[in-house]
């Protein structure tokens, strides 16, 4: 059977041994005029549930492949639509904060300071049972703000990189709850938003899947409960076993 366009973009993107996010970005330095496709782009592409229409040729030019051929998938429709699975990648922002700068500035990022980060966000927790939110807030986005400057402007391999946004996301999870606690559900959802995408970006399904739960359990107490049971169910899913025990309880809940 003919492939979709989609299903024909992951299989070449995964020949390559690219991440969504790696495609994106080859797509966005081939088209340097134009807004840059997003790793939820590629997503969205690969599902189905959008087609890349303007950039097929841009496609074509980066996997190395005929355009025609993505042409001819394009047009081969599904035989049934599969039901919307949503995943933790739905639920994250467009514009990614999390963009390495195109030219990096910053010093050179070793383990030493990504132990330093470590420390800190160990601080944060404990400082967390005995500080009240309101006053534990500006502290929190100062750490958190300091670790997004230090991955994006400073210079580090992979690991060190992958290790750095693992300590975003576990610092974004702690200040969005100390921002849910006090009150400021807006800004807990703009941080456990970054949170998700830090551990994403990472491959840490599970604290992708901690984050996701915790921004679950707000919507569940605010008002957003149909929200709250997919976003639980995504975050089920990006964790798999090791799944956050807030995502479990939602996830039942929803079951009956």
Partial sequence: MRETVGALVRRLRLARGWSQQRLAEALAQAAPGRIPPTRNDV???????????????FLAQVLEVPRELLEAAKAVQSPEPAPRVLTVADFLPDDDLLAPLHSRTGRRIGAGQVADLAQRVHGLRLADDVVYGKDLIGPALRELRA??????????????????????GELAQIAGWVASDAGEHAEAERIYRLGMSAAHAAGD???SGNVAGSLAYQWSNTGRANDAVDLARAALD???????????????????
Avoid: F, M, N, Q
């Avoid at 997503?43 to 040729?57: A, D, F, K, V, Y």
């Avoid at 956050?244 to 939602?250: C, D, E, F, I, V």
């Fill in 43 to 57: 997503s969205r592409w690969e599902i189905g549930t959008r087609s890349p229409r303007e950039w097929l040729p």
């Fill in 147 to 168: 670790a997004v400057t230090l991955y994006r402007e400073g210079t580090h391999t992979d690991a060190v990189g992958r290790e750095l946004l693992r300590a975003i």
């Fill in 205 to 207: 399904g599970v604290l």
């Fill in 238 to 256: 990006s964790a798999g076993p090791d799944a956050p025990p807030k995502a479990r309880a939602l996830a039942r809940t929803a079951r009956r």
